[in-house]
């Protein structure tokens, strides 16, 4: 495909790290790019860069050298409060503990990202996504009464509800069984078509690369290999 | 939202809260004690403690004030009420054989003088009389029965508290109007009933300087200054018992620092979460801050509550009515012990909230 359809774009990207005297590269001159409605798998062992490469594409960590490109916009050099603003329209996350608050109810989870926003009211979406995620039975449920699929669900309704161009996750299968893991992989799946979104995950879990459009494998802050199906 | 985080580890806030509680009633009702001291001390001792008493110096050549001078001090003295009085005494016997000694005072501002339990002082006393409390239940006189003074009868109209015998107006006391003391020519005693002992320090001081010089003494003045002793004591009393409530309310304010501190902490991952989803720093430090606010709120209205009752207290026990606690001299307390319990609260989040919202996303995130 056309490189300017790609959605987010990471150019030469070095990420490096102070620990005491030592300094960590963690990503050495990376080039990744995804584009709506596919969904990308970074995978690798831990300590790879992978986890610093999400906070990269999730507008999380400033680079050190090189790039961000989010929506053809140049955001390397945005402060911390417009990044914000960047995380807040445009990308969703999705964690492998799902980070729910425990004292929201699940459909006050889903509207969290919007909930300081007085000009938006998002119940009504809220409640729609969670409907699509198969909860539309959980919606006044808080997070201890439900499962962690259940929660995981919860997580990936909240990661939509501000219609993002990019679904961040990390290791969303982590801390589930294998059938759960399935079910949001399948979930996963239909919405990035539903919604026209870019999925980028990052995982151990070899059972996603089934479910994925292209993998990118990740050893010590270098890309190795870009395999698409 | 604010609110279920506090009410998410209801033990913790209940701590801080306690801790808001105590300083609140600690300054509250530390300070409604002191008014409550206050009134109890100036009721009792606040007659003599305002009064410039004048009478006739060593060095007069007349036996008392006289008419000229009075009207010289009543020129001096234009905000406050001079009260010219003369006095005598007599013995009254009562139909019942008991007899009774007491000083007579001839008065015509009989109201700026005398507290009665029964009947009302009159501004002007043109007829009738007033008499002690005690010597009335000696003698067994009743309202609207005559006594006989220097030939002429007086009906009483009133019964003077007895507790006034505190000063020196004190024993059994027959007051008449100053009519019937007219064989005197001059005034034995002139009382001037000033705003406060501070005022009556004042005038007390002017109108030395207008009557005496230092080789002679025309008008012998006493201002009370036993009042001003007592007042000056009260005020040093209330700082100190102030300084210990502000202490008890640092300590307070020192465990809503902890406990926000600590709910920062522990929920250092959720707040990473609400920075990456897109929450602006500005929001985090504003819910933070509503937190402290609320558990201010919480502890600060608790604690008023309890302080009123104990305020109650101090002065139904201090002064026999607890509802002067409801003035506002005693009540602001409340005020300010509220407004200091969220002031410190939202002043001990700042910190821990400034710290929440600066946190990386990403360092929190991580752990």
Redesign the interface.
Known sequence: MAKSMSVIELDDVVKRYQSGEETIEALKYVDFSAERGEMVTVIGPSGSGKSTML?MI?L??NPTEGSIRLDGRDVTDFT??EL??E???G???V?QDF?L????TATENVE??S??DTSVDRHDRAVELLRRVGLGDRLEHTPGQLSGGQQQRVAIA??LI?EPDILLADEPTGNLDQDTGETILTELTRLKEDENVAIVSVTHDEQMLDYTDSTVRIVDGVIQEVSRE | ?AW??L??NKLRTALAALGIIIGVVAICSLGMATVALQQQASSQLGDIGNDVTVSSGQDSDTDGVTQDQIDEIQNLVTDDQVVPQKTNSTTLEARNGEEARMSVTGVTEASALYNLTTGEAPDRLQSGALISNDTANTLGLEMGDPVEYDGQFYRVQGFIESEQSFGPRGGGELVIPVSGLSNQEYYDTVTIVASDGDAATEIGERLDNQFNTEETEELSIQASSGAQNVGGFLDTLSTALLGIGGISLVVAGVAILNVMLMSTVERR??IG?????????I?VLRMILTEAALMGALGGLVGVILSLGTGMLAFQMLTGNAMGALDWSSSKYLVYGFGFAVLASVLSGVYPAWKAAND???EA?RG
Do not use: Y
């Open positions: 906070n999730g999380l960590d911390e409060d914000t603003e995380r807040r329209t990308i969703g996350f964690f980070h608050l425990p004292m929201l969290l990202p909930m300081w909240r990661s501000n | 939202m279920r985080n009410g998410r991952g959720e979460v609400l920075r990456a989803v897109g929450i602006r720093r929001e990386r996303p990403v995130l």
